[in-house]
Protein backbone atom coordinates (compact mmCIF):
# COMPACT_ATOMS: atom_id res chain seq x y z
CA UNK A 1 0.00 0.00 0.00
CA UNK A 2 1.62 3.68 -1.42
CA UNK A 3 0.80 6.40 1.34
CA UNK A 4 1.64 10.11 0.54
CA UNK A 5 1.89 13.31 3.29
CA UNK A 6 3.83 15.95 4.24
CA UNK A 7 6.60 15.84 6.65
CA UNK A 8 4.99 18.31 8.69
CA UNK A 9 4.90 17.62 12.36
CA UNK A 10 1.03 16.60 12.59
CA UNK A 11 1.05 14.13 9.65
CA UNK A 12 4.16 12.55 11.13
CA UNK A 13 2.37 12.42 14.63
CA UNK A 14 -0.77 11.32 13.30
CA UNK A 15 0.65 8.71 10.80
CA UNK A 16 3.83 7.49 13.14
CA UNK A 17 2.67 4.13 14.68
CA UNK A 18 0.80 3.21 11.01
CA UNK A 19 4.24 3.61 9.75
CA UNK A 20 6.03 1.71 12.17
CA UNK A 21 3.94 -1.36 12.32
CA UNK A 22 2.35 -0.29 15.59
CA UNK A 23 -0.89 -0.74 14.55
CA UNK A 24 -2.57 -4.45 15.15
CA UNK A 25 -3.49 -5.56 11.82
CA UNK A 26 -2.34 -2.52 9.60
CA UNK A 27 0.34 -3.44 6.76
CA UNK A 28 2.99 -1.25 7.04
CA UNK A 29 2.58 1.49 3.93
CA UNK A 30 5.22 2.16 1.27
CA UNK A 31 5.39 6.35 2.41
CA UNK A 32 6.32 8.95 0.27
CA UNK A 33 6.97 12.00 2.16
CA UNK A 34 6.45 15.20 -0.01
CA UNK A 35 4.72 18.75 0.02
CA UNK A 36 1.56 19.84 -0.57
CA UNK A 37 2.01 20.90 -4.02
CA UNK A 38 3.34 17.59 -4.55
CA UNK A 39 0.71 15.39 -3.53
CA UNK A 40 -2.10 17.54 -4.64
CA UNK A 41 -0.77 16.96 -8.06
CA UNK A 42 0.10 13.26 -7.62
CA UNK A 43 -3.69 12.90 -6.80
CA UNK A 44 -4.53 14.39 -9.92
CA UNK A 45 -2.28 12.60 -12.26
CA UNK A 46 -4.38 9.39 -12.14
CA UNK A 47 -1.34 7.03 -11.12
CA UNK A 48 -1.02 8.51 -7.53
CA UNK A 49 -0.49 6.79 -4.09
CA UNK A 50 -3.17 4.52 -2.66
CA UNK A 51 -4.11 7.35 0.70
CA UNK A 52 -2.66 10.53 -0.20
CA UNK A 53 -2.83 14.23 2.32
CA UNK A 54 -4.28 16.95 -0.21
CA UNK A 55 -5.62 20.86 0.22
CA UNK A 56 -9.16 20.36 0.88
CA UNK A 57 -9.01 23.17 -2.54
CA UNK A 58 -7.68 20.15 -4.56
CA UNK A 59 -10.52 17.61 -3.67
CA UNK A 60 -13.02 18.68 -6.12
CA UNK A 61 -10.62 17.64 -9.25
CA UNK A 62 -10.17 14.15 -7.71
CA UNK A 63 -13.59 12.93 -6.10
CA UNK A 64 -13.84 10.06 -8.91
CA UNK A 65 -10.77 7.85 -8.54
CA UNK A 66 -10.49 8.69 -4.43
CA UNK A 67 -13.01 9.64 -1.11
CA UNK A 68 -12.62 11.45 1.65
CA UNK A 69 -11.85 10.01 4.88
CA UNK A 70 -13.23 10.81 7.98
CA UNK A 71 -10.31 11.22 10.00
CA UNK A 72 -6.57 12.28 9.76
CA UNK A 73 -6.36 15.55 8.07
CA UNK A 74 -6.44 19.22 9.96
CA UNK A 75 -9.24 21.32 10.51
CA UNK A 76 -9.48 23.45 13.47
CA UNK A 77 -9.74 26.91 14.77
CA UNK A 78 -7.14 29.58 15.04
CA UNK A 79 -5.20 27.49 12.99
CA UNK A 80 -5.69 29.11 9.21
CA UNK A 81 -3.23 30.49 6.77
CA UNK A 82 -1.69 34.11 7.35
CA UNK A 83 -0.97 36.98 4.68
CA UNK A 84 2.83 38.34 5.68
CA UNK A 85 4.68 41.62 4.39
CA UNK A 86 7.76 43.04 5.22
CA UNK A 87 6.92 46.62 5.47
CA UNK A 88 4.99 47.87 8.93
CA UNK A 89 3.55 50.48 7.08
CA UNK A 90 1.39 47.98 4.66
CA UNK A 91 0.54 46.53 7.77
CA UNK A 92 -1.16 49.36 8.92
CA UNK A 93 -3.03 49.34 5.80
CA UNK A 94 -4.32 45.93 5.92
CA UNK A 95 -6.12 44.74 2.60
CA UNK A 96 -5.38 47.47 0.59
CA UNK A 97 -2.03 47.55 0.60
CA UNK A 98 -2.18 44.26 -1.69
CA UNK A 99 -3.97 46.19 -4.92
CA UNK A 100 -1.51 45.46 -7.85
CA UNK A 101 1.33 43.74 -5.87
CA UNK A 102 2.82 40.17 -6.43
CA UNK A 103 2.21 37.90 -3.60
CA UNK A 104 4.07 34.25 -3.04
CA UNK A 105 1.75 31.28 -2.43
CA UNK A 106 2.90 27.70 -1.94
CA UNK A 107 0.32 26.52 -4.57
CA UNK A 108 -2.45 27.47 -6.33
CA UNK A 109 -4.47 24.06 -5.51
CA UNK A 110 -3.89 25.04 -1.64
CA UNK A 111 -6.62 25.59 1.07
CA UNK A 112 -4.63 28.41 1.46
CA UNK A 113 -4.71 30.11 -1.78
CA UNK A 114 -8.39 29.17 -2.26
CA UNK A 115 -9.16 30.70 1.19
CA UNK A 116 -6.89 34.13 0.35
CA UNK A 117 -8.71 33.96 -3.38
CA UNK A 118 -12.44 34.14 -1.40
CA UNK A 119 -10.99 36.94 1.26
CA UNK A 120 -9.57 39.15 -1.70
CA UNK A 121 -12.46 39.14 -3.77
CA UNK A 122 -14.43 40.67 -0.34
CA UNK A 123 -11.61 42.85 0.55
CA UNK A 124 -8.53 43.99 -1.47
CA UNK A 125 -9.86 46.91 -4.09
CA UNK A 126 -9.16 46.17 -7.65
CA UNK A 127 -7.30 42.69 -6.69
CA UNK A 128 -4.20 41.47 -6.29
CA UNK A 129 -1.54 41.71 -9.11
CA UNK A 130 0.54 38.63 -9.85
CA UNK A 131 0.47 35.67 -7.88
CA UNK A 132 3.99 33.69 -7.65
CA UNK A 133 4.11 30.02 -6.83
CA UNK A 134 7.16 29.12 -5.06
CA UNK A 135 8.09 26.39 -2.36
CA UNK A 136 7.12 26.86 0.81
CA UNK A 137 10.32 27.35 2.55
CA UNK A 138 11.19 30.27 0.10
CA UNK A 139 8.39 32.20 0.83
CA UNK A 140 9.64 34.50 3.71
CA UNK A 141 12.44 34.89 2.80
CA UNK A 142 11.70 36.29 -0.17
CA UNK A 143 9.30 38.66 1.79
CA UNK A 144 11.77 39.57 4.05
CA UNK A 145 14.44 40.20 0.99
CA UNK A 146 11.83 42.80 -1.01
CA UNK A 147 11.50 40.13 -3.70
CA UNK A 148 7.93 39.92 -3.04
CA UNK A 149 5.07 42.28 -2.11
CA UNK A 150 3.69 39.62 0.47
CA UNK A 151 3.51 36.03 0.90
CA UNK A 152 0.62 33.15 1.88
CA UNK A 153 2.35 30.69 4.36
CA UNK A 154 1.00 27.72 6.31
CA UNK A 155 1.68 25.73 9.04
CA UNK A 156 4.76 26.11 11.10
CA UNK A 157 4.99 29.81 9.95
CA UNK A 158 2.60 30.95 12.24
CA UNK A 159 5.42 30.42 14.66
CA UNK A 160 7.88 31.91 13.23
CA UNK A 161 7.55 34.68 10.88
CA UNK A 162 8.62 37.27 13.60
CA UNK A 163 12.36 35.96 13.27
CA UNK A 164 12.40 36.71 9.35
CA UNK A 165 11.11 40.69 10.55
CA UNK A 166 7.84 40.34 9.26
CA UNK A 167 4.34 41.73 9.51
CA UNK A 168 0.90 39.85 9.73
CA UNK A 169 -1.49 41.53 7.22
CA UNK A 170 -4.17 39.11 7.97
CA UNK A 171 -5.16 35.93 9.33
CA UNK A 172 -7.34 34.16 7.32
CA UNK A 173 -8.35 31.33 9.10
CA UNK A 174 -9.78 34.30 11.67
CA UNK A 175 -11.72 35.61 8.47
CA UNK A 176 -13.15 32.48 7.94
CA UNK A 177 -14.44 31.50 11.36
CA UNK A 178 -15.54 35.13 11.99
CA UNK A 179 -17.97 35.06 8.71
CA UNK A 180 -18.76 31.54 8.84
CA UNK A 181 -18.58 30.58 12.41
CA UNK A 182 -17.06 27.22 11.30
CA UNK A 183 -13.85 25.85 11.36
CA UNK A 184 -11.07 26.11 9.29
CA UNK A 185 -10.41 22.94 6.37
CA UNK A 186 -6.74 22.43 5.90
CA UNK A 187 -5.95 19.43 4.62
CA UNK A 188 -7.75 15.90 3.91
CA UNK A 189 -6.90 12.38 3.96
CA UNK A 190 -8.04 10.37 0.92
CA UNK A 191 -8.20 7.01 -0.33
CA UNK A 192 -8.70 5.38 -3.39
CA UNK A 193 -12.51 4.44 -4.22
CA UNK A 194 -11.82 0.37 -4.76
CA UNK A 195 -9.96 0.14 -1.07
CA UNK A 196 -11.92 -0.46 2.16
CA UNK A 197 -12.20 2.62 3.48
CA UNK A 198 -13.73 1.51 6.71
CA UNK A 199 -10.57 -0.56 7.94
CA UNK A 200 -8.55 2.24 6.30
CA UNK A 201 -10.11 4.88 8.82
CA UNK A 202 -9.99 2.27 11.62
CA UNK A 203 -5.91 2.31 11.46
CA UNK A 204 -5.77 6.34 11.15
CA UNK A 205 -7.92 6.63 13.89
CA UNK A 206 -5.79 3.51 16.14
CA UNK A 207 -2.61 5.45 14.89
CA UNK A 208 -4.07 8.90 16.30
CA UNK A 209 -4.77 7.23 19.45
CA UNK A 210 -1.48 5.67 20.20
CA UNK A 211 0.14 8.90 19.22
CA UNK A 212 -1.81 10.70 21.50
CA UNK A 213 -1.41 8.19 23.86
CA UNK A 214 2.45 8.06 23.73
CA UNK A 215 3.92 11.41 22.49
CA UNK A 216 7.16 10.33 23.77
CA UNK A 217 7.55 7.72 21.29
CA UNK A 218 6.88 9.66 18.04
CA UNK A 219 9.71 12.71 19.11
CA UNK A 220 12.33 11.24 17.18
CA UNK A 221 10.78 10.54 14.18
CA UNK A 222 8.57 14.07 13.88
CA UNK A 223 12.05 16.26 14.42
CA UNK A 224 13.63 13.90 11.97
CA UNK A 225 10.87 14.89 8.97
CA UNK A 226 10.09 18.45 10.19
CA UNK A 227 12.84 20.44 8.43
CA UNK A 228 15.41 20.45 11.82
CA UNK A 229 12.18 22.32 13.54
CA UNK A 230 12.72 23.64 17.19
CA UNK A 231 11.15 20.74 19.34
CA UNK A 232 9.37 23.85 20.73
CA UNK A 233 7.87 24.80 17.52
CA UNK A 234 7.00 21.28 16.49
CA UNK A 235 5.05 20.74 19.48
CA UNK A 236 2.99 23.81 19.30
CA UNK A 237 2.41 23.01 15.89
CA UNK A 238 0.56 19.31 16.33
CA UNK A 239 -0.93 20.34 19.28
CA UNK A 240 -2.51 23.29 17.37
CA UNK A 241 -3.69 20.71 13.90
CA UNK A 242 -4.11 17.31 15.72
CA UNK A 243 -7.46 17.90 17.22
CA UNK A 244 -11.04 16.13 17.63
CA UNK A 245 -11.35 16.87 13.96
CA UNK A 246 -8.21 14.48 12.82
CA UNK A 247 -10.05 11.57 15.06
CA UNK A 248 -13.45 12.59 13.18
CA UNK A 249 -14.56 15.26 11.07
CA UNK A 250 -17.95 15.09 12.62
CA UNK A 251 -21.36 17.39 11.12
CA UNK A 252 -18.96 20.46 11.78
CA UNK A 253 -16.55 19.19 10.02
CA UNK A 254 -18.20 18.42 7.34
CA UNK A 255 -19.88 21.43 7.01
CA UNK A 256 -17.10 23.24 7.22
CA UNK A 257 -15.92 21.42 3.67
CA UNK A 258 -19.15 21.67 2.45
CA UNK A 259 -19.01 25.33 3.22
CA UNK A 260 -15.46 25.81 2.08
CA UNK A 261 -16.39 23.88 -1.69
CA UNK A 262 -19.54 25.01 -2.06
CA UNK A 263 -18.33 28.69 -1.86
CA UNK A 264 -15.22 27.81 -4.36
CA UNK A 265 -17.49 26.09 -6.48
CA UNK A 266 -19.95 29.49 -7.29
CA UNK A 267 -17.07 31.26 -7.71
CA UNK A 268 -15.78 29.15 -10.38
CA UNK A 269 -12.74 28.94 -8.34
CA UNK A 270 -13.03 24.70 -8.68
CA UNK A 271 -15.14 22.55 -10.61
CA UNK A 272 -18.60 22.19 -10.35
CA UNK A 273 -19.18 18.95 -8.22
CA UNK A 274 -22.09 16.99 -6.24
CA UNK A 275 -21.08 17.93 -2.23
CA UNK A 276 -22.53 14.57 -1.78
CA UNK A 277 -19.40 12.99 -2.68
CA UNK A 278 -17.85 14.40 0.09
CA UNK A 279 -19.71 12.37 2.31
CA UNK A 280 -19.83 9.08 -0.05
Known amino acids: ???????????????????????????????????????????????????????????????????????????????????????????????????????????????????????????????????????????????RDGRIDAGLVIHEARFTYPSYGLTLLTDLGSWWEQDTGLPIPLGAIIARRSMDREALAGWIRASVEYAWAHPEVSRDYVLSKSQELDPKVAQAHIDLYVNEFTADLGESGYAAIEALLGRAAKEGLVPQFDLAKLRS
Open 1 to 143: MRIAFSPCPNDTFVFHAWVHGLVPGAPVPDVLYADIDITNALAASGDGPDVIKLSYAALPWVLDEYALLPCGGALGRGCGPLVLTASPEAGALGAAALSGRRVAVPSERSTAYLLFRLWAAQNVPGGVGEIVVMPFHEIMPAV
